[in-house]
């Protein structure tokens, strides 16, 4: 795990989703990595965008290593939170990956035009939805080699 300037506080992902269910298997999807990762669900775009820019650049120990980010928001559209993270906050370079039920092209299209690292949709077979989660945080937390700025 590459987290941290001090190496050794456990990675830590925000969840911002509304849905209870789908929280529910992104807790199981990260649980079956089995490697004690710090879950923090926001389930309002307000209280997500409000969490986000308050985190401070030189507070570390609070920044996410990971955003998994809905689209369909109550409060502020995923979309706008993401473009929130990307200007608006000490968190620019934290990878965000939309987890959206929708396929519109171009939803899809102006997630990555809003700097989105990837663009995954839910797989409707609850299983599929887990190993989905699995393989989506082991290669951000565990394969990806984080931008050192």
């Known amino acids: 795990m590459h987290n941290s300037a001090t190496g050794s506080s456990v990675p830590l992902i925000f969840v911002i989703e509304d849905n209870p269910a789908d929280v529910r298997l992104v807790r199981e999807g990260v ?3 089995d490697t004690g990762l710090r879950l923090e669900v926001i389930n309002n775009g ?3 965008a409000e969490r986000l820019t308050a985190i401070e650049a030189d507070g570390p ?3 996410p290593d990971l955003i998994l980010l809905d ?3 109550p409060g502020i559209s995923g979309l706008d939170l993401l473009r929130t993270v990307r200007t608006e906050t000490a968190l620019p370079d934290v990878p965000v990956v939309i987890v959206s039920s929708s ?3 171009e939803d899809i299209n102006r997630a ?3 700097a989105a690292n990837a663009y995954v949709t839910k797989p409707a077979d609850p299983d599929d939805y887990i190993g989905m989660i ?3 945080v082991d290669f951000w937390i565990a394969t990806a080699t984080p931008s050192s700025t």
Do not use: C
Request: glycine content about 0%.
């Open 61 to 63: 120990k609070d920044h």
């Open 46 to 48: 307000q209280q997500a």
């Open 31 to 33: 649980d079956a990595m």
């Open 134 to 136: 699995d393989a989506t």
């Open 112 to 114: 990555y035009e809003l």
């Open 103 to 105: 396929e519109n092209a």
């Open 71 to 73: 689209l369909n928001l």
